[in-house]
DNA sequence: AAGTGGTCTAGACCACGGC
DNA sequence: CCGTGGTCTAGACCACTTC
């Protein structure tokens, strides 16, 4: 049997998909098992390996959890993590209502340590955009975003209060992201970004540098992150 | 042709083996494109699935990005991150001689939380592993360690001088870990652990909290650390 | 012994990129 | 156009856990 695509989306996400409904449902439990591979196949009428490709990625997410000779489990609820989301993304996931205020948007040309990140040459114009992140009322966070100005002219700021970053660059540039590298450290509020978010000068607050790279291998994106620690845990599942 | 595998490590690690060894001897650099899923299968006379696993496998370490159409391209050296290490592999990956001090090792069974992430009775008896982790001569990091005072019993002080904590656990207790879930987040360091880490109270440290899961789906180890944030970055990809 | 996940085959077609 | 990665088939055997 050829592969015939019901809705556009591969068979191994749509059988995701009725995984996480029933996990959304309240039909599936932490610590429940969940249906096996080969149950997963005849009841999909998919071949064994997509049936696995499902349960792997869905483990790679912190979804589930995999053992050999046993079965597969749900994995308690750290919030899917190991995804990458967009601030917006993240917090509607959790059920919060989010907000973020622009604070700057303008056109520099001289940063070169982050032009070098975006792979450009030094001194190449960019677009620098600050944006202070709320979750209900309270801050939660600063980020710092810059872009080619070249390749993404014309972001205006009106566009940017109605809708995601991250939407607009997908519509709007047929932008495609496939992966983000990280750097996670820590550090501590110097007195104005302390005063951005609510928190005493000197506080610590997480410090994530994400390069944001797209489909077409070059980093589209390059996000500096200040997260209020009181506020913000990052959740990561890693491999042996 | 049934599998045969020569060294007792499946195929697609052999694969990834000679990718890394290229890497590491220099005969691979950054941007390279790497030999493709088709070349691969046929240089080591396996099927495209395994080429494939070989390859996607290194793309989720970090090692190599993958674009369709284009092929398989050498990542830039971030080390390689999202991958779970124990400190002195971390460490000795970067070329740093490391060293660990023991400052504390015992038997307590009134650390409620710690016993309900390694999912035993509260008041359960939970070994207490302190050690401050050296990088040269410097403090890098302040671990402790939570294991199942009944399932890990017998861990000297003698034997943690001379080996790992990870070897130990699984040469000895026949543990074989699957992965580990992880809460990352900022903290200022107290007066004790300033002292210990050489670094000035109230300063930024990186909170790590780990999770370390067996493969009999148990959590095995629950273990916090703290890293100094002027000697750490954590490094992850994370995908769309 | 039965069931599970882990590895693997020898192909196939599709979607995309670069020339 | 050709080569690349992405998805998929219809099986197979192995290693492991649970009973």
Redesign the interface.
Known sequence: MPQVRKNGLPAYRRIQGTIVKRLELGQLKPGDIVDSERELARIHGVSL?TARHALAALE?E?MV?R??G?GT?VAPP?IHF???MSYTEQMSVRGLGVSSKLLSLGVIDTEQEVAARLGLPASSRLIKLERLRLGGEEPFALETCYLSADDFSGLTRARLDRVSLFSILEHDYGL?????????????ADPQTARLLGISP??????IRQEI?S???KVALYVLGL?R?DR?????????
């Open positions: 390996m790679r912190g959890v053992r050999r046993a489990f750290k190991n995804k990458l495609r992201i496939a992966h983000a590298d990280e750097e996670v450290d820590a550090t501590t000197g506080s610590a607050v997480l410090r790279h489909t077409k291998g997260y620690s913000h845990t990052l959740l990561i599942r890693r491999f042996r």
